[in-house]
């Protein structure tokens, strides 16, 4: 009896699909994952498993998929062609595509299709796909049709499911899973009539999947020219048709930054993707605060004003060596790149002072290797979502020329990056390299060496959860820097939880550890993730990195996500603070929204000059 109850309940979860070998496939998922909680229910460590994929309302994505991430799911289904493709449109709540028998409650269900319009099957056919009915199923293509769906921020979550044909042996059809984000975020602050601000934030404006992005600030009693009222508007095209094509425009009148820009741009999506670029013109106008780095002494008011443009295209070519392993991921590119940048207000300039706000034109040519593939994994900056996690490796030579108005200089700089699973289940390592710098007359001038290293564990059962372990360290050495142009080591750039202008200096190492438990509860649909983190940093000027004091900061907190919507994650950090200096207490407590990461990828993108940070 339970047995016909529980099959009527799976194929009643699919009853609106409109083709009979869909409600097929769907019954053949369910009753998969039904079997598969049976199987997993026998030892404490899988039912710990379980309980962390399925139990929570919002997706989980599937820790089991980690032991065989070197497996592409698709590849049985190589050269077959596609007859029909679904696309099935899951509600932002209460639902999951990899356990398709999970319902919401009626509240989810009333909130995901009254108050959210969801993605326009037109749209997704048309401008996110990358196969169409009548091609030859080709595994990589479909494997990398899921990442880029859930690559853009108006997706949770998409799976691809291959559906052989009864009657045509040679034939399959597609199912498409997607489950949207919440598109509406709002946000804002009111102390008084005299000073409030608002925004609102639609990520998918009526199912077209634009962006749309607008803030007021007002603030009666601030003196500064045009810093009553503060305005900024941002709309974004994510992919133009079938081009992959992006585009962005931005006007922003603030007090410390007003801007106008217009971007278009294409990466290289996929190792597939033969041709990338961009082209963006802007006006930007800055007012900030900066000290200069030899005495530390004083601020200087920094004010800019300029114009700029910038162009570039790229080509990638398959790997010369057909028969390589490397080839079937690996691309040689060359690219080009051309920009402007022409002040009207700036700092004094000099043939030897401040080279960054010189009036310049530069023309720079790359050449470089890259080697591409993704890895299914979770619990690493997301929570609970499906997280792509780029394994290969990249190099790149850049050399160019730059015409100021105190004369032409060359330009050379090296890049190489590989990021890549451990064996013996060790965890994830990627590292970074860059080494770049100008030149004239034989002579280097504004370079800078830098160096990334970031390890991830694996994930470590702890009785129905999971720990993971975070080390990143850094290291940069700037040549021949000007006084206004130097490196911080404070917040997001070292020494988490503190803004300090005095911490600079021209080379820097830091180092940084975090231990996150990704709790098995949950709040209101929130996920919790409890951290314990240290940050060490040294910086100087002049003397040896080693004369610096050691700077430090050591705390805990924790973080609430809910991955179906698109708010920043919630922080709650407790820090304690050594050595820093003109801190009114060792001891902060601070509440933040916080974007989640991704890790870098390895495509290369446009010729660039080595960053400096």
Known sequence: MWKYLLLFLMLSCFASAQNPDSVEVHSRDSIRYTNLKARMSKTKFSRAVYRLLFRDVYNQGKVTEVKEIETNPFTPYEGMVIRKIYIRQLNILGESVYDTTRKGNQLERFLSKSVHTNTREGIIRRSFLLFSEGDDIQAHVLKDTERLLRSNRMFVD?????????????????????????????????????????????????????????????????????????????????????????????FIFERELKEQSVRMFRRFITTETKYAGAVELGHYNTRQYRRVVETKDSLTLLLTDYKYYDFWIGRAFKFPFPNSKLAENSRIVTAFRHNKYNYDERPEVAPNLNKNYWNRTATLVSLGFSNRNYKRDVLIYGFGRTEDVPVGSLFALTIGRENTEFGARGYGGIQFATGKYLPH?????????????????????QGVINGEINYISNLIPFRYSFFRQFVNIKFAKGINRDPLDYLNISGDRGIRGINNDRLIGTKKLTIGTETVFFSDKSLLGFRIAYFVFADLGLVNGERHIWESPLYQGYGLGLRLRNENLTFNTLQLRFGYYVNIPELSSPTRFATSGNVPLRLRDFDISAPAIAPFQ
């Open 425 to 445: 289940n060790l965890g994830y390592l990627y590292g970074l390299a860059n080494v770049g710098s100008y030149s004239k007359n034989g002579r280097a001038q």
């Open 158 to 250: 998409a799976r691809i499911i291959v559906i052989p044909r009864k009657d045509v042996t040679w034939m399959a059809d597609i199912m498409v899973l997607i489950q949207d984000s919440w598109s509406l975020n709002f946000s804002g602050g009111f102390s008084s009539f005299n000073k409030f601000n608002v925004g609102l934030e639609n990520i998918n404006v009526r199912g077209t999947t634009h962006s749309q992005r607008t803030a007021i600030r007002w603030d009666s009693k601030d003196t500064t020219k045009n810093g009553k009222f503060q305005f900024r508007a941002i709309y974004t095209i994510p992919y133009i048709g079938k081009t992959f094509i992006t585009a962005q425009a931005s």
